[in-house]
């Protein structure tokens, strides 16, 4: 495989890894962040949210910036904005400060992703498609499992503004590399921007994904997070009849008559919102119910991005051999089988056998989301790419936060009906149940693809029939 195949999808999974990270390492650090900027902690969730809201709000425009200046100009114009944001963040002397600075990074951020991966799918022919979507599934399992104990690691022997600056060599690295290996390529065409679409979705998707987030958390009062949850679905199906209306929608939902990319998008929404919650659920069972420290809670629960990682090398002979269809069923049953076996952790499992739960649970995690990643553009057409870039990050971004969201509400039910304030150990088994027979539910969306679905990007047809696949070098040989 040309050298320039190999390394852009490893230059986008660094920047993705990049992104990923900085929106999980905050998290543990924003006591130690109040204290320095003489703020209450409960304000500091500002940081977050702003993030997230920016992320959302941009998201939809990331599609039509790409088509009009130019993949590697936005993907290196991106990557810019968020260095520079991350920057800022950085020598932020005060709250206002610091959520200027992290609107500034969710835009970056907003762009980097979805530009990002539309860069690998014009730069990697269908063949090698899914080891490279392999790398870019990585990035997003380890910066939730990694941002937290790293952000502990950092407050507690350095200071706070590490956890921002350690982003700047990364991003200058991926500025240079950007520039010497990656084409700007740009879509043939003048689409006008959809500037009543680009608002709709925006906003409807920001009220969506800051009202799920804060869903039983006890941060926001409720009737506002309901408010928030109302105006997002109320702009988003503002959205929707508007989209139908248009010729050059920002998010193009005719793209759904695709059936390959309508049962990833579908099936993979749902999947990811019950995987989606892990991240929150297992940090506060292994800490608040089991009493572990952060940092060590961190290390256990490490095995999930380790198990993600070796999954790297194996997707593609997997996916080549049994097919699209046969991997996310069986693999949506094994994924989910895991997240309920998490619901009979207690203080006295072994360490060794949370450890090998978690391990064996993000390898198959990983291989689910390898496969959904891939299979969203598996028969989009070329002019159409960077819609459906831009479709799928959307949707990835409000899957997740409707899984966090759900984790939360769950716990916060679990509490009201055992007329408690503090969790213990016994309070999670009934939210990793809910959210892996969430996860299960997406085997209904992957059942009417064919045997034969995705075929030229996994190569199983070419197996099936005992022929050579196209590009050797998918295969893993």
Not at 87 to 102: F, H
Not at 130 to 143: K, W
Not at 273 to 298: C, D, E, R, T, Y
């Amino acid at each position: 495989m040309p050298l320039r195949q190999v390394l852009v999808p490893m230059i986008v999974a660094c920047a993705l890894f990049m992104e990923n990270l900085d929106s999980t390492v905050i998290a543990t650090a924003l006591p130690k962040i109040a204290e320095s900027l003489h703020e209450d902690p409960l304000r500091l969730n500002l940081a977050i949210t702003s993030y997230l809201l920016s992320l959302a709000v941009f998201i939809p425009l990331s599609g039509w910036v790409a088509d009009r200046y130019g993949a590697r100009s936005v993907f290196r114009a991106a990557i810019v904005v968020f260095t520079v944001g991350s920057a800022c963040c950085g020598i932020s002397q005060s709250l206002p400060e610091l959520v200027a600075a992290r609107i500034l990074q969710g835009i970056g951020g907003a762009m980097m992703v979805p530009v990002g991966r539309l860069v690998m799918l014009r730069t990697v022919p269908k063949s090698e498609l899914v080891r490279a979507m392999s790398y870019l599934t990585v990035p997003a399992l380890i910066g939730p499992v990694l941002g937290p104990p790293l952000g502990g690691f950092i407050v507690t022997y350095s200071s706070w503004r590490w956890i921002f600056y350690i982003n700047l060599p990364i991003g200058l690295l991926g500025i240079v590399l950007a520039t010497l290996f990656i084409e700007n390529i740009k879509e043939i065409g003048d689409w006008p921007l959809d500037l009543r679409g680009f608002l709709l979705a925006g906003t409807g998707l920001a009220g969506l994904m800051f009202g799920f987030e804060n869903a039983g958390r006890g941060v926001l009062p409720m009737p506002l997070v309901v408010a928030m949850l109302l105006g997002g679905a109320i702009c988003t199906t503002l959205y929707v009849l508007h989209s139908r209306l248009h010729a050059y929608p920002i998010i193009d939902l005719k793209l759904l008559r695709i059936p390959t990319l309508a049962a990833a998008i579908t099936g993979g929404s749902l999947f990811r919102i019950g995987i989606g919650a892990l991240p929150f659920l297992l940090p506060l069972m292994l800490q608040l119910g089991f009493g572990m420290s952060p940092f060590a809670s961190g290390l256990l629960t490490f095995a999930s991005a380790a198990g993600a990682m070796s999954m790297k090398m194996t997707a593609a002979p997997i996916i080549r051999s049994l097919g699209f269809r046969r991997v996310l069923l069986g693999n949506a049953v094994i994924s989910s089988a895991f997240v309920m076996s998490y619901a009979w952790f207690s203080p006295e499992t072994p360490h060794w056998l949370i450890f090998l739960a978690l391990l064996a649970g993000g390898f198959f995690r990983s291989l689910q989301f390898t496969c959904t990643n891939t299979l969203i553009f598996a028969d989009v057409p070329p002019p159409l790419m960077s819609r459906a870039t831009s479709f799928q990050s959307m949707a990835q971004q409000l899957s997740v936060s409707v899984g966090v969201g759900i984790g939360a509400l769950l716990l916060h039910v679990t509490l009201a009906l055992n007329g408690r304030t503090e969790l213990s150990a016994g309070d999670f088994s009934g939210a990793f149940l809910t959210v892996a027979l969430i996860s299960l539910s997406s085997i209904f969306f992957y059942l009417p693809l064919t045997g034969e679905a995705g075929a030229e990007v996994s190569g199983h047809h070419a197996a099936a029939k005992g022929g050579a696949m196209p590009g050797r070098g998918a295969t893993g040989d």
